[in-house]
């Protein structure tokens, strides 16, 4: 698969404002919505974190996050960012998501993602989310957002694997809320909705929101 940092280095050459796009915004709410109060929480991760305005918004709210982001370009971008928040309790870090996280287990009481995890093949995929279960607290909620299967790139360009495709560079799996009932097996589907809706200055995409929670009783079957 080809490597995917220098095209978003080049993206994060500019800098980008937050996304006012509503759809982004409620389901950053919903997330919060789902978490217990910022003094009895523990830190929250953000992947994929581009620029850092999602990341400083849940601190705003008095959340502590870690928030990680492939490309460097944009940890720089979010670090200037930070400047403007000297309160806000965030950590920027550069890392791949598709690398083991260099976290403890059970160290999130919430995890988020918005549109950074539909860039992996299947495999890679399911280690993620395996990731994902190890470093978030019983209990816990996962909310991410990634582009669908309804999305009008979705079969363009070359099929990589079924529902992946490599357009002008550009790798991305689309998925179906099929695909991503398998991947939370052994989590609580909260909420699988498939919607439509801006990101930045973007013509529409087919989304595809998950809100789950890792079950808070360990009696529960595990990877
Ligand atoms: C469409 S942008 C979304 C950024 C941010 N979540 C937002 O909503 O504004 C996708 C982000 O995912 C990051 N990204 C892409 N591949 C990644 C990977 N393998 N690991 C971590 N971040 C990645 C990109 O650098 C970019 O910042």
């Not at 309790?89 to 998501?97: E, N």
């Not at 582009?147 to 360009?157: A, T």
């Not at 809320?177 to 398998?182: N, V």
Request: a negative charge.
């Amino acid at each position: 698969m080809p490597s995917q940092q220098g095209l978003w280095d080049a993206w994060h050459g500019q800098a980008h404002g937050p996304d006012a796009e509503p759809v982004h915004r409620e389901f950053l709410d919903t997330f919060l919505s789902q978490l217990p109060p910022p003094d009895g929480a523990g830190p929250l991760l953000e992947l994929g974190c581009g620029q850092g305005h999602d990341a400083l918004y849940v601190a705003g709210c008095g959340y502590s996050v870690r928030a990680l982001d492939l490309s460097p370009a944009a940890i720089e971008r979010a670090n200037d960012n930070l400047g403007a928040h000297p309160d806000a309790d965030v950590r920027f870090l550069q890392h791949d998501t598709a690398m083991p996280l260099p976290f403890q287990d059970e160290a999130f009481d919430g995890i988020y993602s918005y549109l950074a995890l539909h860039y992996f093949d299947d495999s890679t995929t399911r280690s993620v989310f395996s990731e994902l279960r190890r470093v978030i607290h019983p209990g816990g909620t996962l909310a991410f957002c990634v582009k669908s299967v309804r999305d009008p790139l979705f079969g363009k360009g070359d099929l990589l694997e079924p529902e992946m495709y490599s357009l002008d560079g550009h790798v991305r799996h689309f998925f179906d809320p099929r695909y991503a009932t398998g991947l939370l097996r052994t989590w609580e589907a909260l909420r699988i909705t498939e919607s439509r809706g801006r990101y930045l200055d973007s013509r529409p995409s087919g989304l595809l929101q998950v809100i789950a929670r890792r079950p808070a009783d360990e009696g529960v079957a595990a990877d």
